[in-house]
């Protein structure tokens, strides 16, 4: 059974950084790329970047692109999301998520329970 | 970028119900198309993917159709549990975007 366990979310003012971490077990984590979503309080769903399995190529949004980092630890079996200079915008709850299907076609399966960050003066 | 455009934004139905919500994609995105329901508090959940795959577990209520820029997400008889928002979202190319929601409420 697939779980996914994020963490590492906070309040951090802005201009500030956080990691976030996703622990993940139940199926090949280093044979399948993960992303990161996002959803702001009250809005809706925004994927925020991919890693694929070898961790060769990575993909952003615009929105986070040069501030956030993607990175995986296939050893550990952990995602990982660095975040630099944060914006008020970047508050969220933060889901990681595996893709068990294509990978020239990354579909988004299941969620974890997602881990909080608040960027607020 | 692909623009995912639901509707409606929310409709209100009764339980037994019959409900369809549609999902237009900017431009062609195949089959590359995924369905999500999310509760509130809570991560949202797979439904289908490839446009008209069930994801394991997920009851046969729930079916899809569609390819090219139209898509449609069905369930067939709506139960208490089925109250929720549900998000289309395209993954034929970065950046993976999302529609807007549509929230299905009692009425």
């Known amino acids: 059974q697939v779980h996914l366990v994020e963490s590492g979310g906070g309040v951090v003012q802005p201009g500030g950084s956080l990691r976030l971490s996703c622990a993940a077990s139940?199926?090949?984590?280093?044979?399948?790329?993960m992303h990161w979503v996002r959803q702001a309080p009250g809005k809706g769903l925004e994927w925020v970047t991919y890693i694929r399995s070898h961790a060769r190529e990575k993909f952003y949004a615009d929105s986070v692109k040069g501030r956030f980092t993607i990175s995986r630890d296939n050893s550990q079996n952990t995602l990982y999301l660095q975040m630099n200079s944060l914006r008020v915008e970047d508050s969220a709850l933060y889901f990681c998520?595996?893709?068990f299907g294509s990978g020239d076609y990354p579909r988004i399966d299941s969620c974890g329970q997602g881990t909080l960050v608040t960027v607020s003066s | 970028d692909i623009q995912m455009t639901q509707s409606p934004s929310s409709l209100s139905a009764s339980v037994g119900d019959r409900v369809t919500i549609t999902c237009r994609a900017s431009q062609d995105i195949s089959n590359y198309l995924a369905w999500f329901q999310q509760k509130p508090g809570k991560a949202p959940k797979s439904l289908l993917y490839?446009?008209?795959t069930l994801q394991s577990g997920v009851p046969s209520k729930f079916s899809g159709s569609g390819s090219g820029t139209d898509f449609t997400l069905t369930i067939s008889s709506l139960q208490p549990e089925d109250f929720a928002t549900y998000y289309c979202?395209?993954?034929?190319?970065?950046?993976?975007?999302f529609g807007g929601g549509t929230k299905v409420e009692i009425k």
């Open positions: 139940g199926f090949i984590f280093s044979s399948h790329g």
């Open positions: 998520a595996p893709n």
């Open positions: 490839a446009a008209s």
């Open positions: 979202q395209q993954y034929n190319s970065f950046p993976l975007t």
